[in-house]
């Protein structure tokens, strides 16, 4: 028996031009828990997630579960908006955020000093902590994280990964990575695998 807020993927196919990507997939997100989804590259992760989220629509199944709740999402690419500063784009999908407790996040994950800067002249690994930071920050029921730590070195992935654990406590959350070390620091509470 599963809880009222529990996510329920039920038989979901897809395919692209005649390829199969999904077939059949049933699972349970459980409601405050972390799962994570594991499977090689072209395994169809990206694709769930973007059914999960309403970007893409499946062939066949439903999922039930989501109906008003507030979604956020780490995708793989950063997808910031390059000629404003690492705060603006935190605040984008929560205005109502503080400046200080923006400044605050960034220096739990190592971004202290680039704030006024457009993030066009940030590296990769600065890029991806804001974008990171900006899905944490969001007001959010699920959150979907698409081989969110990519590009980060041991040591920052490591900060990172505490942080983000921190943050998402007692949220529903679905991580899609290749690391199953990433899936245990995270805290996983079951892997699927496709």
């Known amino acids: ?30 409601q405050g828990k ?17 059914i999960l989220m309403g970007l893409e629509r499946p062939d066949a199944g439903q999922v039930t579960g989501l109906e008003g709740r507030r979604l956020s999402a780490v995708f793989q690419e950063d997808r910031l908006i390059e000629s404003l500063t690492p705060v603006s784009n935190i605040r984008l999908p ?27 002249e940030l590296s990769g690994g600065m890029c991806r902590r804001v974008a990171i930071l900006r899905a944490l920050m969001a ?22 990964i505490q942080d983000a654990k921190r943050r998402c406590q007692g949220r529903t959350v679905l991580l899609i990575t290749h690391d199953r070390s990433e899936a245990d620091a995270m805290g996983a509470e079951r892997i699927l695998s496709l």
Not at 5 to 20: H, P, V, W, Y
């Open 34 to 50: 972390t799962t994570c989804v594991m499977a090689p590259s072209g395994g169809g992760k990206t694709t769930l997630m973007r």
């Open 1 to 30: 028996m599963t809880g009222a807020m529990d996510i329920e993927i039920m038989q979901i196919s897809k395919a692209f031009e005649g390829k199969k990507v999904l077939e059949g997939f049933s699972a349970v997100l459980p």
């Open 139 to 160: 007001e959010y029921d699920v959150l979907f994280l698409d081989e969110p730590f990519k590009g980060l070195d041991a040591a920052t992935k490591t900060s990172v």
């Open 94 to 120: 929560t205005p109502s955020l503080r400046r200080e407790e923006v400044l605050a996040a960034m220096e739990s994950v190592g971004l202290r000093g680039c704030e006024d800067q457009p993030v066009r």
